[in-house]
């Protein structure tokens, strides 16, 4: 079942400008992670945000996590050509320990602009 | 130079036939894990294993098999029954209970012609 819903499906923006990615999920979680997916190609994890925890950095990427609204944001600063991407959020459902099955969303497709 | 694979890139199959697609890892992860993705969609879990000769079923099980004879392999076999199996196939593998990352092997795109 796809758990996380991404908000925008879609977003252009210019190189150097700030992206924000959005993310909801429905149901109780251990944690919320981020990953990456150039085109045709397999994903790759960019950071991870416990459900005690708020916000996180990680270089250019902030995430911030909101249980009460069931909500995460990604936001990549100072963007770059090279960011361009599918992002994907992805959830472990609290009680899950052990198994840690991933739960996807439906992903943001980021185009940055030269 | 540790990782995963996944072979073959591409691969075709005719309608009724079952095919076996690759995926060994050299991180010496214990849970390995196989996803569908559709265009424009998200992953959804076919099926994951945490040990070697255990694996349990996920979200898409239907239509697919697979087996873990060794840590390092967790091959996928599309069979005859799944019914729309023209898709992209990810394998993943974690390191343990407790470490959540997983690491994606590069995909299989497969095209039932």
């Known amino acids: 079942s796809q758990q996380g819903e991404e908000d925008p499906q879609a977003l252009s923006i210019q190189e150097g400008e700030n992206a924000t990615m959005n993310c909801s999920y429905k149901?109780?979680?251990?944690?919320l992670q981020w990953y990456r997916q150039n085109s045709g190609r397999g994903l790759v994890h960019l950071i991870l945000?416990?459900?005690?925890?708020r916000e996180k950095h990680s270089g250019r990427l902030r995430v911030t996590l909101d249980t009460s609204k069931k909500s995460s944001s990604l936001l990549i600063t100072a963007s770059r050509a090279a960011d361009t991407a599918s992002y994907f959020c992805?959830?472990?459902?609290?009680?899950?320990?052990?198994?840690?099955?991933?739960?996807f969303g439906t992903g943001t497709r980021l185009t940055i602009i030269p | 130079d540790g990782g995963i694979t996944q072979s073959p890139k591409y691969l075709f199959r005719k309608e009724g036939q079952n095919v076996t697609l690759s995926c060994e890892q050299n991180?010496?992860?214990?849970?390995m894990y196989w996803y569908r993705q559709d265009p424009g969609q998200g992953l959804r879990l076919i099926y994951y294993?945490?040990?070697?000769?255990?694996?349990q079923k996920g979200d898409i099980a239907e239509g697919y098999s697979v087996s873990r004879e060794k840590k390092e392999s967790f091959p996928l076999t599309v069979t005859s029954a799944q019914k729309n199996p023209t898709a992209f196939y990810l394998c993943?593998?974690?390191?343990?209970?407790?470490?959540?990352?997983?690491?994606f092997g590069p995909g299989t795109r497969l095209t039932v012609l």
């Open positions: 991180l010496n992860h214990d849970a």
């Open positions: 993943a593998s974690r390191r343990a209970s407790g470490y959540n990352e997983q690491f």
């Open positions: 945000i416990r459900s005690n925890e």
């Open positions: 294993s945490q040990i070697v000769n255990d694996f």
């Open positions: 992805a959830t472990v459902a609290r009680g899950d320990f052990g198994n840690e099955k991933l739960t």
């Open positions: 149901t109780s979680i251990n944690n």
